[in-house]
């Protein structure tokens, strides 16, 4: 069993950064798939950003390109989020995913395909 335990939330006027951070509880980390997604208030969650065990891809929502920048520290164990120029928008529960081995990094936007989930960290971001 995989945990994962976010940090890094808070709040932000727009236009702000946070760097939001996941923790997993695993050593082969190397191996795993991580993305963030987020859930907005009376919204459903949707995919932000992930990066894949396989050379490393990356893979971003339309929303956040250019804004948000997802990383890995394997050698830490933990996945990051970058969100700079937060709008109100923004603003949700994040969470950290992960799969292991997911065999194709096209499938890294759909949240059926990871198996470990996190508590999930809150964005606040004021006008």
């Known amino acids: 069993q995989v945990q994962l335990v976010e940090s890094g939330g808070g709040l932000v006027q727009a236009g702000g950064s946070l760097r939001l951070s996941c923790a997993a509880s695993?050593?082969?980390?190397?191996?795993?798939?991580a993305g963030w997604f987020r859930q907005a208030p009376g919204k459903e969650r949707e995919f932000v950003a992930a990066?894949?065990?396989?050379?490393?891809?990356?893979y971003y929502a339309d929303s956040v390109k250019g804004r948000f920048t997802i990383s890995r520290d394997n050698a830490k164990n933990t996945v990051y989020l970058q969100m700079n120029s937060l709008k109100p928008e923004d603003a949700a529960v994040y969470y950290c995913?992960?799969?292991?081995?997911?065999?194709?990094?096209?499938?890294?936007?759909?949240?059926?395909?990871?198996?470990?989930w996190g508590q999930g960290t809150q964005v606040i971001v004021s006008s």
């Open positions: 695993v050593r082969t980390f190397s191996i795993y798939t």
């Open positions: 990066v894949s065990w396989i050379g490393g891809s990356t």
């Open positions: 995913a992960a799969d292991r081995q997911m065999p194709t990094a096209r499938r890294m936007g759909a949240q059926n395909e990871y198996d470990y």
